[in-house]
């Protein structure tokens, strides 16, 4: 069970003046129950490749299968959920639970068995079932988002995708969001974010994929990532190869926050008892 990408390649305006190599033969899987970062600047590809996850794109060769089907499939869309980049726009409904029951009850879901699904995936985004007589267009922008989220939990797939999930959050829903999006990984979700916020997703990755051009660039463990690769890197990666350059005998390999100040503290006892003896 996974996400096969095979030889991939995609053009835009083939064949013109203005011809664009947009993903060259790219190839990876991501196996069933990973949490994946998807990395890369701006023009790297990475939404291209996403798009091709459910076929709003086809490929001009190579291939895309989800659980071995290919992904122009409409069988997919029972398998993987995507969020795009902007998710406002995939909202709809007069109401919340117009939006979210949508999905499920194309597919046959109705009654209390459809009630259920919408405030389950209502709760699995951290909003209660008071939201669902509400138009979606009357909450924040976090909230729509979740909302959004929301209509896909409860087509119950087995992977998630989000296309820069954060991108336009403050602070207090991007955390919310995260939270979320790790809560639903350690619920057996498949997670799949892109992102060119290394910072916020590489501590809950298991998986990093790195596009450059439109080429892939890396593919392996976080770990991996930051012995092996110059940049895009975490801030406090960053940071804590200054203070080894700077004399500190500390890890530079760490990507998280708390990492980070536990390996200062351990460092500064080091030294702390080497002055005393």
Known sequence: MSIEVKDLNHFYNKGTSLEKHALDDVNFVIDKGEFVLIGGEVGSGKSTLVRHFNGLLKPDSGSVKINDIDAGDKKVRSHLGLLMQNPQKQLFGRTVFEDISFGPSNFGSKGEALKKRVVDALDLVGLGPE???????????????????????????????????????????????????????????????????????????????????????????????????????????????????????????????????????????????????
């Open 131 to 277: 939201y669902t007589e509400i138009s979606p267009f009357s909450l924040s922008g976090g909230q729509m988002r979740l909302v959004a989220l929301a209509g896909i939990l409860a087509m119950e797939p087995e992977y998630l995708v989000l296309d820069e999930p954060t991108s336009g959050l403050d602070p207090e829903n991007r955390y919310s969001l995260l939270s979320t999006l790790k809560g639903l990984h350690c619920s057996g979700l498949s997670v799949v974010v892109v992102s060119h916020q290394v910072d916020e997703i590489l501590p809950l990755a298991d998986k990093v994929i790195l596009l450059k051009k439109g080429r892939l660039a890396f593919v392996g463990t976080p770990e991996e990532y930051l012995s092996s690769v110059s940049s895009p890197l975490p801030e406090i990666t960053s940071f804590m190869k200054l203070l080894n350059q700077a004399g500190f005998d500390v890890r530079d390999n760490i990507y998280s926050v708390d990492d980070a100040f536990q390996e200062i503290v351990r460092s500064l006892k080091i030294v702390e008892v080497e002055q005393n003896e």
